[in-house]
């Protein structure tokens, strides 16, 4: 059984440019997770999404920041205009039921470097 | 609002020594608690979790009790070695959050350990 998948693992980009990360969670998985990682700090929640659906998008920047995760293919997290703020690691995680006593199964991170 | 403290890190020990890291929450309603681990430059795995008071968590020699009277889940490893260096997160989601399964991080505690 596969794990989560994301790509690309690493992903350069000037100022000003868009960013597209993906992710696609573990098989049986329809409850999918977002996480920012800043240098030398802990996670941070972003989104959460079910297929076709934002269930929480509470700790999403208001702006330049979109998700989404389509009734097929991958879940994306995107970042409009990209600044040198936005370079971190981003981790999908996903679950099975999406329930607060549920592990979370991580991805293994997309790295952006914003230039 | 929900949040995680951890004891700050590095933590730096000799191969066999004794492991323990603290950790302690302050959540509305009853949280399930987690911890992951994180190698460098990989994503996050669960380590172990407890989902009710006085459970025990255990995995690979690490164990963690949630102590619902003094809000902690402290980790704890008789013998480390040297492939158990890495970053560790304490972590919860809680009902109160919607239940909707986000995780709350902890800002992480990074173990080096030497041979």
């Known amino acids: 059984n596969a794990g989560v998948m994301q790509n690309p693992r690493h992903l350069v980009r000037r100022r000003g440019q868009e960013a597209r990360l993906r992710c696609s969670p573990m098989?049986?998985?329809?409850?999918v997770y977002w996480y920012r990682q800043l240098p030398e700090e802990g996670l941070k929640f972003m989104v959460y999404l079910q297929k076709e659906n934002i269930i929480d998008e509470s700790g999403m920047p208001k702006e330049r920041f979109s998700a989404e995760f389509p009734k097929e293919g991958p879940s994306i997290l995107r970042i409009q205009q990209v600044v040198r703020g936005d370079s971190a690691a981003y981790f999908c995680?996903?679950?099975?039921?999406?329930?607060?006593?549920?592990?979370?199964?991580f991805g293994p991170g997309t790295r952006l470097l914003v230039l | 609002g929900n949040s995680v403290t951890q004891m700050e890190g590095p933590v730096t020990l000799s191969e066999e020594a004794f492991l323990t890291i603290n950790c302690t929450y302050t959540a509305t309603g009853y949280p399930s608690l987690f911890w992951y681990v994180q190698y460098p430059g990989e994503g996050l795995q669960l380590l172990l979790k407890?989902?009710?008071?006085?459970d025990k968590g255990s995995n690979k020699g690490f164990e963690a009790t949630y102590r619902k009277e003094t809000t902690s889940f402290h980790l704890e490893k008789g013998s480390v070695q040297v492939s158990d260096s890495a970053v560790y997160f304490c972590a919860l989601t809680t009902l109160g959050s919607g239940n909707t399964g986000k995780l709350i991080f902890g800002q992480g505690t990074t173990l080096q350990v030497k041979p």
């Open positions: 098989k049986g998985h329809s409850h």
């Open positions: 407890a989902t009710k008071a006085d």
């Open positions: 995680a996903s679950s099975p039921g999406g329930t607060y006593q549920e592990t979370q199964y």
